[in-house]
């Protein structure tokens, strides 16, 4: 029993038998949404869409435009106040906005059109799924598997759900934002599991965040975690398919 004292703290606790049992088959997938089943517009064209809102266009016609914007979104996203408000930021479209403006306020390009560039961040079309992502979702569907996504988002993702044409492969959502909690908070996969009918050991949660999306693992879940890298190809959902045949 001395190996006890030294597992990693779970809110699961399984029965004998549960655990003197093989391990049941996966009946339903929970993904996460930003970097892993969508993503956002590549930064070229969100600036486009927020000079061309603001007519500002000019200012990205000069050689190097978009890379000096880019420098100064990372410096500013270092900036201690920047960084403070970060902390809690997907708990409310409220706090989300805050935390946008306080970065984007550093930014000479974004300074004064912040809710212009708020707005194009969260239009229905400024996320996009990646290019496996309807294949893989369309997979499980046919074997029959729920699917659930739960997510730290600021707003309603259901809009880019629609708009891609795939509300209809995604039996729930569970978003940070409505539920007030943030991944890893174990009640919000309990409540995905609780909302798809499914019990939590045949349940697979695919992410990119060991942490965030890892935490799967602390209720008795499986868990795949991606590579946290901005892909411009296939996000490599295809080995979901494999872990469920």
């Not at 003197?20 to 969100?46: G, H, K, R, Y």
């Not at 410096?75 to 409220?94: H, I, K, T, Y």
């Not at 799924?129 to 997979?139: G, I, K, S, W």
Request: proline share 6%; charged share 25%; glycine share 8%.
């Amino acid at each position: 029993m001395i190996h006890a004292l030294f597992e990693t703290p779970s809110t699961y606790r399984p029965t004998a038998a549960e655990m003197a049992a093989p391990v049941p088959p996966v009946e339903a997938v929970l993904f996460d949404f930003s970097n892993t089943i969508f993503q956002m517009i590549d930064l070229e064209t969100w600036l486009g869409r927020v000079a061309a809102a603001s007519d500002r266009a000019d200012v990205l016609e000069q050689a190097g435009a978009v890379a000096g914007i880019a420098r100064q979104l990372r410096d500013a996203f270092r900036l201690p106040a920047v960084v403070a408000l970060q902390e809690g930021r997907d708990l409310s479209p409220e706090q989300h906005r805050r935390a946008m403006r306080g970065w984007w306020g550093h930014v000479d390009f974004l300074r004064g059109v912040e809710e212009t560039a708020y707005r194009e961040l969260t239009a229905p079309d400024a996320w996009l799924p990646y290019p496996d992502t309807e294949l893989t979702l369309r997979a499980l569907r046919a074997r029959g598997l729920r699917i659930g996504i739960v997510s730290d988002f600021a707003w309603d993702l259901r809009i880019h759900l629609a708009r891609a044409g795939l509300e209809d492969l995604v039996d729930a959502c569970v978003i940070s934002c409505e539920a007030g909690r943030e991944k890893p908070d174990p009640q919000l996969f309990l409540k995905a599991c609780a909302d798809l009918g499914v019990d939590l050991r045949t349940t697979l949660m695919v992410g990119d965040n060991p942490v965030r999306d890892g935490g799967a693992t602390a209720c008795g879940m499986r868990a795949y975690i991606l590579p946290a890298e901005q892909r411009t190809g296939d996000r490599g959902l295809s080995e979901v398919l494999r872990l469920v045949a």
